[in-house]
């Protein structure tokens, strides 16, 4: 069963740099990235790239996240990806960007909204390098009432709200949270564990643990990259355990974050460990995982894949 069960990738991205443009990735290489050097990712990673990449696993649909598209065009990233699922079959849903503190913020999310393989916005709010650092800008934070006041609007398209930000500011986003009640909003990357120390650990276990229990709360199991070392099995078995145990298979969902997560981790290899974590659980818990819990966290109608 596990080797065929039907997944649905939650987070992943398409980039085309002959056509489009991606600061992080056309520009100067950012020394911060969180995974180190990503040299290797920089060039075009499109549909025909992924389908290699999954041949060897059961992937029906995807949603393609954001993928830091020139800020000045917004809704180009969209546009360009409606035409990339017409032609593909997938990716079967968008989160698309807006930025909530902007003038335009209400212009940009009523235009995504429109397309109606659109389901969320992810709008990556302004955070604090560093667990320990003492520069914050407020301009366009979590604590900017302007960028609030954005967020507060995805209620209004029915838009679900893709929460990417590093594990220091999970306790500030239960805040955040809180003033969305009837919007989906979905944790990517697990919270970012990156201190696999035991204080950073215990850090990072607070955090997630106070936003689980905020019900309209969602987490993407995906990005257990580390700067500096390897796939580590047992530290990301341990940390996924903990996570379905938080949140529950059905506000869980594996994704690859492909091809980001390449700078560590094969898909074969990542899905086969992920597979291999949850291959005690029910039937009915690894289709949450690998598919259930994305198709109606995302509201997936587009068509899937078939590749019987």
Not at 41 to 46: P, T
Not at 165 to 188: G, Q
Not at 227 to 241: F, K, L, S, T
Request: with cysteine; proline share 4%.
């Amino acid at each position: 069963m596990s080797e065929d069960i039907e997944i649905i990738d939650a987070h992943h991205h398409f980039w085309d740099l002959n056509k489009n443009y991606y600061p992080f990735l056309s520009d100067k290489i950012d020394p911060d990235f969180f995974l180190g050097n990503y040299k290797s990712i920089r060039k075009n990673y499109l549909p025909v790239d992924y389908i290699k990449d999954i041949k060897s696993h059961n992937v029906i649909g995807t949603v393609h996240c954001e993928a830091e598209w020139d800020r000045q065009d917004q809704v180009g990233e969209t546009k360009w990806l409606e035409n990339v699922s017409k032609k593909n079959k997938f990716p079967n849903a968008i989160v698309g960007h807006a930025w909530f503190h902007k003038n335009n913020a209400e212009a940009v999310i009523a235009e995504q909204a429109s397309f109606d393989i659109v389901k969320g916005i992810r709008s990556k709010p302004s955070v604090k390098f560093s667990r320990n650092s003492l520069q914050y800008i407020k301009d366009g934070s979590m604590q900017d009432e302007k960028w609030r006041s954005g967020l507060k609007l995805l209620e209004k398209y029915n838009l679900n709200y893709d929460l990417r930000v590093p594990c220091w500011h999970l306790k500030e986003a239960v805040e955040i949270v809180r003033l969305i009640p009837n919007t989906k909003v979905i944790i990517n990357h697990a919270g970012f564990p990156w201190d696999r120390s035991k204080e950073g650990m215990d850090f990072w276990r607070k955090g997630i643990r106070l936003i689980s229990l905020e019900p309209n709360t969602f987490i993407k199991l995906s990005e257990f990259g580390v700067n500096g070392q390897d796939w580590n099995y047992a530290e990301n078995a341990n940390i996924i355990y903990e996570l379905i145990d938080l949140f529950s298979p059905k506000r869980c969902m594996f994704a690859s974050n492909f091809p980001v997560s390449k700078l560590k981790v094969t898909f074969n290899d990542l899905f086969n460990n992920y597979k291999k974590i949850v291959e005690k659980f029910s039937i009915d818990e690894k289709k949450a995982l690998f598919s259930k819990t994305a198709i109606k966290t995302y509201n997936i109608k587009h068509k899937l894949l078939n590749k019987q």
